[in-house]
């Protein structure tokens, strides 16, 4: 259950947690055109509260409104200030926050020609996605019998609602068998992404990422290539396959939600030494002291409230 906080940011006002609510007929909800971000705010260690990578985010968000047809009804300035408002206004030091973009009630049918556009920024604590002993063990993955949206089915650049019934088809279908997360592979069957979160691994000492063709290109993918790199680490953006995967020394996934989180198994194949290895906990320590403020370095990285 989502830990509910005092207010929603809802077309350009806060209101009441209770009252941020749309119509049945709301556009979206009927076919799942609408866009959507997730960010992450961090507690740093001068006790103050910021913001990873909020630009970034921001300009994903217009993006993926831009790919759909979507006009946002505010700047990206507007944006970037009404998410900074929002975790002011509910006094949330760490947490996680969810922009939409939607299109509301009044028209119906595939074709419309005024879409009433909408926007919500929402915002609660949220600890780690896929489980905290999950980011010190280890997750379960299993590949999904469901391939990843064909680049030319999806838009698989854009956070769009509707593209996510394919991730959760995925997940739903792993974890029915016990695992924790589902990997898909993209239409041609090489590895491609997790439902919700971009598959790194690591063999002799190299770094391995799908390049940005049919994934969507995580912010924490970015960083993560970048924190890698600064620490003299060869990364490669190429294809591989599930027994590539499966041979791996190490494999990890990354997202705003999963943060890093390492495999431990796939398939019910241990990757490595079946437990976090010793590159993912690099990055592991790097990226959180990098969203933590820890790290002079990469201070530009955060936005502080
Ligand atoms: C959001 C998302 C990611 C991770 O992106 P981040 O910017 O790192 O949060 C990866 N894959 C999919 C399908 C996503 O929706």
Redesign the pocket.
Known sequence: MIKKVETIWLDGKLVDWDKAQVHVLTHTLHYGLGVFE?IRCYRCQNGQSAVFKLQEHVDRLFDSAHISQITIPFSREEIFQAIIETLKANKLQEGYIRPIVFIGDGEMGLYVKDYPVRVAIACWPWGAYLGEEGLRKGIRAKIASFTRHHVNVGMTKA?ICGNYVN?ILAKKEVTAMGYDEAILLDTEGYIC?AS???IFIVKKGTIKTPPPTS??Q????DSVIRLARDAQMNVVEQRFTRDELYIADEAFF???AAEITPIREVDDRGIGRGERGPVTEHIQKTFFDAVQGKNEQYKDWLSYL
């Open positions: 997730g956070k991730s992404e919700g979160e971009n994934i969507l995580g912010i924490t993918r990354t997202g705003t």
